[in-house]
């Protein structure tokens, strides 16, 4: 069985500042990681995921996540804030075990606010 | 614009009564998945199916069951309706099983039980 843990349901930011946005994991087996970030009224959208190979991922928008195994951990970040990032982040887990199913496993969310 | 597609965006209806949501996957992509949102629950997977066959079961009621279709568009009805069945429904389609494959999620229907 997997489990998300997200640190802090609500994070804000100044626009141009630092985002980090915390993101926990359990998995008996190699996980497989994503973050989605979601808009008001929408469905939603793939900012990056790691599966294997290199720890650290860069995705849309400027956002990338390093994965940790030691710490099981894989932290959104993204150096300078913009006001459109203002939306529900949602790290999810997949622990592929073979057989073709993978529904994912989804933290908490966290709502990330942009002080102008 | 995902490519998924779900009807309808929003339905209304009382306790007691069966609903029926639809999901038209990516063309070309043979794995549809659907999950529900709530504010007490989350984002929780529901089931997958893959091409037409039944893949995995996640936190799915007994009163709820899925299908997917030749045509593989996908139906998730909604039995013996409460009010905690309130929630967003979201579908998602990948273009094969396999967790490397992203998984694209549609809009999503609201579903308000009274």
């Known amino acids: 069985a997997q489990s998300v843990t997200q640190l802090g349901s609500h994070v804000s930011v100044s626009e141009g500042a630092l985002v980090l946005l915390r993101c926990n994991y359990s998995?008996?087996?190699?996980?497989?990681l994503f973050w989605y970030v979601q808009y008001p009224n929408q469905g939603l959208q793939l900012l990056l995921k790691?599966?294997?190979?290199?720890?650290l991922v860069k995705g849309i928008n400027g956002f990338e996540a390093e994965f940790k195994k030691s710490e099981t951990s894989f932290h959104l970040t993204k150096p300078s804030a913009h006001m459109s990032d203002a939306a529900e982040y949602f790290c999810a887990v997949s622990a592929y075990s073979g057989g073709g199913a993978d529904g994912l496993t989804f933290g908490k969310g966290t709502h990330l606010i942009i002080q102008p | 614009d995902s490519g998924v597609t779900q009807t309808p965006k929003h339905l209304i209806t009382a306790t007691g009564q069966r609903v029926t949501l639809r999901c038209s996957p990516r063309s070309g992509d043979l794995s549809v998945y659907w999950y529900q949102q709530s504010l007490d629950q989350g984002l929780q997977f529901l089931i997958q199916?893959?091409?037409?066959?039944?893949?995995a079961k996640g936190n799915i009621l007994e009163r709820f069951s899925a299908q997917q279709f030749p045509d593989l568009h996908s139906e998730l009805n909604l039995s013996s309706l409460e009010l905690g069945d309130s929630a967003l429904y979201f579908c998602?389609?990948?273009?094969?099983?396999?967790?490397?494959?992203?998984?694209?999620f549609g809009p999503g229907t609201r579903l308000l039980v009274l």
């Open positions: 790691y599966t294997t190979g290199a720890t």
């Open positions: 998602a389609s990948s273009v094969a099983a396999g967790s490397i494959k992203t998984q694209y």
């Open positions: 199916y893959y091409n037409g066959e039944e893949r």
């Open positions: 998995s008996s087996v190699p996980p497989y």
